[in-house]
């Protein structure tokens, strides 16, 4: 671990949240079809999780498939999908070796059931694992994820098990995907785009932005390291006296 990055003093994030952009421009950069740049983010993927691991990082969630994402050519669905599938298949063993757990968030009804089989499946056998956490966002929205959050909890409220007033930002919070993890400490943006593009609204209130020009597919250790020195730089406030 780099002697800047210190976990006693909390420069160090406890969260990351990634949306990992470029892997089309990278291919198209290179002559090459957009599945390819698809398979090298996969690598980048597996990287960036490494690098967390070793500076400390405890929680990773990545931007994989957006909601919108559905109004992609077919086949480049398809190919997202089947590469889906051969990381479940073959990344199984490295999260069991590294005690990782991984969960996914979003509208998983939209996938097809047997990829929706196999996404349960991993997610049962690593459901005891606490190493790490590492949490894929696939077929999600930020607003979608909302949405059915208050549909869930005005159903409370019509079955009599909720009343309004015991609406909280807790309640909420616990009616998200993402009930079971912490809000991200920093969120992080590759391609040179500055914007969260849906992803995380409600739980990114507090989060740290940092945007990079590198395209997701050439993220790579370093990367992290300068984004987590930029982190371990600011003064977190969470809206307490001295913000303007």
């Not at 691991?53 to 990545?62: N, P, S």
């Not at 930002?169 to 943006?189: C, S, V």
Request: glycine share 6%.
């Amino acid at each position: 671990m780099d002697p800047g990055l210190r976990r006693d003093d909390n420069t160090v994030p406890t969260h990351i949240a990634i949306i990992m952009d470029g892997n089309g421009r990278w291919a198209k950069a290179r002559g090459l079809p957009r599945t390819a740049g698809h398979k090298k983010g996969a690598e980048s993927l597996r990287r960036a999780m490494n690098a967390c691991r070793k500076h400390g990082v405890k929680h990773l969630t990545v931007y994989a498939f957006s909601s919108e994402n559905w109004n992609r050519p077919a086949d480049e669905i398809n190919d997202l999908m089947q590469l889906l599938q051969h990381y479940l298949r073959n990344e199984l063993q490295t999260l069991h070796e590294n005690q990782i757990r991984l969960r996914f968030i979003g509208d998983l009804s939209q996938l097809d059931e047997h990829l929706r089989e196999q996404v349960d499946e991993t997610v049962n056998q690593t459901t005891r694992h606490s190493q790490f956490n590492l949490t894929i966002a696939l077929s999600y929205g930020g607003r979608q994820e909302i949405t059915r959050a208050v549909q869930k909890l005005a159903k409370d409220i019509q079955a009599g098990r909720l009343k309004p007033e015991q609406v909280t930002e807790q309640i909420i919070a616990g009616a998200l995907d993402t009930a079971e993890l912490p809000e991200p400490d920093l969120l992080i943006r590759t391609g040179g785009e500055q914007r969260i593009s849906n992803f995380l609204l409600w739980q990114s209130a507090y989060t740290e932005f940092y945007f990079c020009d590198t395209l997701w597919p050439d993220f790579g250790e370093s990367e992290l390291e300068a984004a987590l020195q930029d982190f371990s730089k600011r003064e977190r406030r969470f809206g307490t006296a001295g913000e303007s």
